[in-house]
């Protein structure tokens, strides 16, 4: 049965998950909730600390109860509900280099009691990318390796301790972004992959979450011509019908990555990127990162009910789609009443982060511990958009507690002395990268630093890729955790 067009704004909104700006709800989310409004989705800019967000999603639900409030948070590098201070957990890339299933389930497990209690009920996690090309500017640590049987068994245990802890996961980016040099926020990525390798490699994490009874899975903007040769995953019914639903067996929400983000914008439009998103087979069009206002989500909403309109969008798909999201957002409801919130009494992200670090030793002199007042140098790449200029990082404040006297500098790439180590004199060099093996300049400094102190050590808080160093430790993350680890090893001391 057809529902009078009159219906249509409700049930186009109700597949929109729409961010805004600022720590209490503004008016119009509010009196949208009310509209038919299903999902708003939280940034940084809205998160202050856990308390506040509790009290920003109790206005949420009491305009609607069911309200699906989702977040960004991959506690690692990626974080939303810790970006003032960076995650105290230590992301996937060192859960993956642990290795211990249950050490995962449980980071996860905490987190979603964490969440949880904040009233946060969907979070865009794990990211189940295989990071199988080093030069991938966008995913690296966020993944928990390069090896998809690896990958596949850390995204399931996530997916169970994420929602064992209350929280629905969603597994991304779909079919897989890891073997790319592109960032979709810049432009569209090409997956040159066959079929073959796509089910032995990209394939298999989501296999494997969808197994795990993961909630919802997110898209990638991603062209894999070995799937559809024309349209990015996104916009495919071929990927998200054919492949996810019917192959793969997904029957719960399938979420778009931001649809305002470049990779399908520029080529589709705003507006209609999401309304070929929806006939293709997705059930809720993410907004808001970059486009957080009333206006954005109405010219969404108006755009889908004019689709449905002039038969570009069959009314039973977005029907279908609604559906979907009041399915989820019944699930997230139950989940609530029935799950505790309480968390593991020990500090599981900083017991991760520990067990993640690797110290390579170049040289047989002792370097370490350090026991004196240290010189540390930072390099800061450019980061991408998902991980935000907002998060702190770096070694400095974590050494400097345990080392009374560390004094930090930072260099970008236009701002890097001939010798970025001068300044240390006699005292112990540290020299923080992330990625070394994706920045010349970068490889560069560093080798000149190295070659006029061979005793330095270096810290890489990104893809271990490259080794060097009179010693190398490996975080395998960024994080305030992460940081902290690196601390202890170097000094022997704990916190």
């Not at 105290?88 to 969440?115: H, I, K, M």
């Not at 071929?238 to 979420?255: A, H, Q, T, Y």
């Not at 989820?328 to 968390?343: E, F, N, P």
């Not at 810290?459 to 271990?464: A, D, N």
Request: with cysteine; aromatic share 4%; proline share 7%.
């Amino acid at each position: 049965m057809t529902a009078p067009v009159g219906h249509l704004p409700a049930l186009a909104a109700a597949v929109l998950q729409p961010g805004f700006v600022g720590t209490t709800p503004p008016p119009w989310v509010c009196r949208w909730l009310g509209e038919g409004l299903g999902s708003v989705v939280l940034f940084a800019r809205n998160v202050v600390d856990t308390e506040q967000v509790a009290t920003l999603t109790a206005t949420l639900r009491a305009e609607r109860p069911d309200v699906i409030v989702a977040i960004d948070e991959e506690a690692g590098d990626v974080t939303r509900i810790e970006s003032g201070r960076g995650s105290s957990r230590p992301g996937n890339f060192a859960l993956g280099a642990v290795d211990d299933p249950a050490l995962t389930e449980a980071v996860a497990r905490d987190l979603g009691a964490e969440l949880a209690a904040a009233g946060v009920t969907l979070d865009y996690a794990p990211d189940a990318d295989v990071n199988s090309n080093p030069a991938n500017p966008v995913i690296g640590v966020r993944s928990f390796g390069a090896d998809p049987d690896l990958v596949a068994r850390h995204t399931a245990a996530w997916v169970r301790g994420l929602q064992a802890g209350g929280v629905a996961a969603c597994a991304k980016h779909f079919p897989g972004h890891g073997d790319t040099r592109v960032d979709s926020h810049h432009d569209l990525p090409r997956i040159t992959a066959d079929r073959d390798r796509l089910d032995a490699c990209e394939l298999a994490p989501f296999r494997a979450a969808v197994a795990a009874g993961v909630q919802a899975v997110m898209t990638g903007h991603l062209l894999v011509p070995a799937l559809d040769p024309h349209l990015p995953a996104t916009l495919s019914q071929r990927i998200l019908g054919g492949l996810l639903r019917d192959e793969l067996g997904f029957s719960g929400v399938v979420v778009t990555d931001a649809v305002e983000m470049r990779a399908v914008a520029d080529r589709y439009g705003f507006a209609q990127a999401a309304v070929r998103a929806l006939a293709a087979g997705a059930d809720a069009i993410c907004i808001g990162g970059e486009r957080a206002g009333e206006q954005d989500a109405r010219e969404l909403r108006d755009a889908i009910v004019a689709a449905v309109i002039s038969g570009e969008l069959p009314e039973e798909r977005l029907a279908e789609a609604a559906k979907r999201v009041g399915q989820l957002a019944a699930w997230t409801v139950a989940t609530r009443t029935a799950r505790s919130t309480a968390r593991d009494a020990t500090d599981v992200g900083l017991v991760a982060a520990r067990r993640a670090v690797r110290v390579t030793t170049a040289r047989p002199e002792t370097v370490l511990p350090l026991t004196r007042p240290a010189y540390v140098v930072e390099f800061e790449p450019p980061r991408n958009i998902a991980i935000g200029a907002e998060t702190p990082w770096g070694l400095g404040e974590p050494l400097g507690e345990l080392l009374p006297g560390t004094s930090t500098v930072r260099y970008a790439e236009p701002d890097v002395p001939a010798d970025p180590g001068a300044a240390a004199g006699d005292r112990p060099l540290v020299l923080v990268v992330r990625d070394l093996h994706r920045h010349d300049w970068m490889r560069a400094a560093v080798r000149r630093a190295v070659a006029a102190r061979p005793d330095a050590v270096v810290v890489e808080l990104g893809v271990p890729e490259l080794v060097t160093g009179a010693v190398h430790v490996a975080t395998h993350g960024a994080t305030r955790a992460s940081g902290w680890a690196a601390a202890e090893a170097l000094t022997g001391r704990v916190r």
